[in-house]
């Protein structure tokens, strides 16, 4: 059985908060990580009695480590895989970038033997490099699934593939331009996190929801700016003995687009269905 889960503060990684984070926020750019990171958990903070019990989420920065370090074994299981009352989770949620360009929404899900993947733009092309990490990823942890075998369908070690209860092509909603996967991503991982399902075929997400997403999240995020960037305690993952030999990440740049509609945004006390116009809750 599976406990009730922290709050999610207690899982996030200790981070600053650059002013060009906030200006890819604002001005319509690709969204970075640090914006991925604070905005996922001011929302689930602001409402934390609607926390999936025994969910986690898996930091961008750590699986992001993971896989520049060519999926190295961390020395203990980090702390995304413990609960606050040291029960093992029953299923976490990873905001993933995909090549330094493209975020998705991964559901892996240990009592049913599932990795789900929730991609907004599947025109990328980025499903072989989300195998090959997951793949990785559910070996690195398979002690953690309720039935390994039934992930990845066979006994014999010899494959690379997670297979059946591998889903890497998950219908859900698809964005219209190539600049918003990362707010796709916040709203999938969000609502996983509170027991509801991912933006559906149909419930894309309107130029003016989209404005009034970066408004809102531009506005919390000089917010914590202000305070000082103090945010969470939790330290990095460990890194390789030898990172000398490993390339450095590079940040991508920026996409040129126009620069989207602002609105007034009204405030909004309660969720109670899947956030398909994100419903204000900044």
Excluded at 63 to 76: C, G, Q, S, T
Aim: charged share 20%; proline share 10%.
């Amino acid at each position: 059985m599976c406990g009730p889960t922290t709050t999610p503060e207690t899982h996030a990684m200790s981070t600053s908060i650059d002013n060009e984070d906030i200006d890819s926020l604002s001005n319509g750019d690709w969204i970075q990580d640090s914006c991925i990171r604070h905005i996922i958990y001011e929302q689930l903070n602001q409402l934390p009695s609607l926390i999936r019990p025994g969910y986690n989420i898996v930091d961008p920065s750590w699986i992001a480590a993971y896989v520049l370090y060519n999926y190295y074994h961390p020395v203990e299981p980090p702390e995304f895989l413990t609960l606050g009352n040291g029960d093992p989770v029953c299923g976490l949620v990873i905001p993933m970038n995909v090549s330094g360009h493209h975020w998705v929404c991964i559901d892996v899900n240990f009592e049913y033997n599932t990795i789900k993947v929730y991609d907004s733009f599947k025109l990328l092309g980025c499903a072989n490099e989300i195998r090959l990490a997951m793949y990785h990823f559910s070996r690195e942890f398979e002690d953690y699934f309720f039935d390994f075998d039934a992930l990845i369908g066979r006994k014999d070690d010899n494959e690379d593939e997670v297979a059946p209860g591998w889903f890497p092509d998950e219908p859900c909603a698809q964005q219209s331009d190539v600049v918003s996967c990362g707010i796709y991503t916040i709203i999938n991982v969000v609502n996983i996190m509170r027991n509801m399902s991912p933006l559906a075929v149909g419930q894309e997400l309107s130029p003016d929801m989209i404005a009034e997403f970066r408004y809102n999240g531009t506005i919390m995020m000089r917010e914590r700016k202000a305070l000082g960037d103090i945010v969470f305690d939790v330290p990095e993952p460990a890194k390789p003995v030898d990172p000398a030999e490993v390339p450095l990440p590079t940040t991508p740049s920026p996409h040129e687009v126009p620069l989207p509609p602002s609105s007034p945004i009204e405030e909004v006390a309660e969720v109670d269905a899947p956030l398909g116009a994100w419903n204000g809750v900044f």
